[in-house]
């Protein structure tokens, strides 16, 4: 991804690994050790606005509930897997869309698919609306109770300068509305402008292929070990 000072992101990247081609905002790395095309897209946010994201990121891809997994997924069947997520920069926040697929002739179509899904946030209904920030409070309070998540949070809340406690974190979530929601939509999230990368494999192994190789790399230690 292009870095907040118009770093290329190709300058991120080991070159001895990876073919690449840098067109701009998406990054396309043909690697050999991927079975999958992969696509990783999304866009920025300022930096304030993580507990939003979050609510957003859980209606958008959180779950097989969600819109990209019920529409793209399931009814479309473009891809394995597809996902959002959301993510502290630091410097700003970022919400980003995760896919798997086999057949590359399909990207172009899941990216004018995702982009449809990203467009259609707004007709987001209140119920959709509170059960995502359930789930959401839901996971606030697991935190606590899981020391690598809690040193994560308080990672998170140190970069978003946040000295708050869970209890408060929560309240404050409680306190936004749909309103708010779909305010955060219009003015940050339909005409934003996406970042991403496409890993394109530069060959396909089958995975039954694979298992035959490992049972007889594995049969060739045991009988050297014999």
């Known amino acids: 991804f292009p870095s907040h000072d118009n770093t290329p992101a190709s300058e991120y990247i080991n070159t001895n690994e990876y073919m690449i081609k840098d067109t701009g905002n998406v990054l396309i790395i043909k690697e050999d050790n991927c079975e999958q095309d992969k696509i990783i897209t999304g866009f920025r946010v300022p930096k304030g606005n993580m507990d939003i994201c979050a609510i957003y990121s859980q ?6 509930t969600s819109k990209l997994f019920k529409n793209i997924r399931e009814e479309k069947k473009l891809c394995y897997s597809i ?3 959301k993510y502290d920069l630091g410097f700003e926040d970022y919400i980003g869309i995760g896919v798997s697929f086999n057949d590359s002739n399909n990207t172009k179509l899941i990216i004018e698919n995702i982009n449809k899904e990203i467009d259609n946030m707004l007709d987001v209904e209140e ?22 998540n809690f040193m994560s949070a308080l990672i998170t809340r140190h ?52 298992f035959k190789d490992l049972f007889n ?3 060739n230690i045991i009988s050297q070990l014999k």
């Not at 119920?127 to 690598?148: G, H, P, W």
């Not at 406690?165 to 934003?192: G, H, P, Q, W």
Request: glycine share 4%; aromatic share 12%.
């Open 127 to 148: 119920e959709e609306f509170n059960r995502a920030k359930t789930v959401y409070i839901a996971d606030l309070c697991a935190t606590d109770e899981n020391s690598q």
């Open 59 to 64: 209606i958008l891809g959180g779950g097989m």
């Open 159 to 210: 970069n978003n300068n946040m000295h708050v406690s869970t209890e408060d974190r929560i309240a404050e979530v409680e306190n936004i509305t749909i309103s708010d929601f779909k305010d955060f939509i219009k003015k940050y999230c339909l005409d934003n402008q996406m970042y991403g990368y496409w890993m394109h494999p530069t060959h396909k192994k089958s995975i039954l292929q694979k």
């Open 217 to 219: 790399k594995t049969n």
């Open 83 to 85: 996902f959002s997520f």
